[in-house]
């Protein structure tokens, strides 16, 4: 058999893994996903808000002011303060830095080692992709919610705490759906002719298998960002998140939810809505994405 050049294997191989340009993309969703377009605008909003915050926010988000306690939505405070004074506008501006933090390290962090782990455990198979699924199985059979909690209670609270909870439930659920698709490109001949020259399995996974599982990787990322806003709005309420006096959204429900619920309700609406909107935007986000760069998609 004649051996096939490095060059030709590396040619064949940019010519499978060419991807559609980023502008043909966002013109693509804007056009054709209306909802996926409205999506991305709330993702921008959100973006924008937390990096301009020391600008955009009208107040300190910490700075306690007793003489204007639990005051309703004004034009001094549109949203009303909460009962230790604080601009409800102002934290929850800062509190999208906390969200988008969260959410975009957990996300990244655990779908970057699902990516590997889960191209690692379809190219070799065998045994090594039996039980790495089991130990997969055994992840998932915990919810989200349950796992971050039994996580978050070992290591403590705090940001990087949280993250790591939100962290160690996405790995499972990223490696699953990489390896689906891995399955299938381990079997191209591109792959077998990188084997025939004799290229490492490192050199293999990371630089012929991982770029061509990039698609399902971006959709689930991108829907994970969501998941873990929720997830760390949920884990603040319950005090076992972000803790005082940094902003953040679920942290202000669970100061304001339950004993200024009639008397101060925008204390629970706002960061509610907040959380809300979120979660909305990366979802229909993430739709959208999948709908672009799924082939099976693309022509609906």
């Not at 993250?163 to 990489?178: G, K």
């Not at 012929?208 to 599982?213: D, R």
């Not at 997830?231 to 669970?254: F, H, I």
Request: proline share 5%; charged share 15%.
């Amino acid at each position: 058999m004649v051996a096939i050049s490095e060059a030709r294997v590396e040619a064949q191989f940019e010519t499978l893994s060419e991807q559609k340009p980023i502008s043909w993309i966002v013109l693509d969703l804007m056009r054709r996903k209306p909802l996926g377009a409205a999506g991305a605008i709330i993702v921008i909003v959100m973006i924008l808000m937390a990096a301009f915050a020391d600008i955009v926010a009208p107040y300190d988000p910490v700075a306690n002011s007793f003489a204007d306690m639990t005051k309703a939505p004004s034009w001094a405070h549109w949203l009303g303060t909460d009962q230790f004074g604080r601009d409800m506008l102002s934290r929850i501006i800062y509190g999208a830095r906390t969200a988008l933090f969260v959410g975009f390290a957990s996300a990244l962090i655990g779908g970057s080692i699902g990516l590997v782990l889960g191209v690692g455990s379809a190219y070799f198979g065998g045994r090594i992709d039996l039980i790495f699924q089991r130990i997969m199985d055994v992840f998932m059979a915990f919810p989200l919610i349950i796992m971050a909690l039994a996580v978050v209670s070992i290591f403590g609270t705090g940001a990087q705490n949280v993250i790591i909870a939100i962290t160690i439930p996405f790995i499972p659920r990223c490696a699953r759906v990489v390896r689906s698709s891995a399955l299938a490109i381990r079997e191209v001949p591109y792959i077998d002719a990188a084997r025939a020259n004799g290229f490492s399995h490192a050199r293999i996974i990371l630089r012929h298998m991982v770029p061509n599982v990039m698609a399902p990787f971006l959709i689930i990322v991108t829907a994970f960002v969501g998941q873990a806003i929720l997830l760390e709005a949920s884990l603040s309420y319950l005090g076992l998140g972000v803790q005082e006096p940094t902003p953040a959204w679920g942290l202000m429900l669970q100061g304001g939810a339950e004993e200024y619920a009639l008397s101060a309700p925008w204390m629970a609406i706002f960061p509610g809505l907040a959380i809300t909107l979120g979660v909305f935007g990366f979802n229909l986000f993430g739709d959208a994405v999948r709908d672009v760069l799924d082939p099976k998609l693309r022509s609906q």
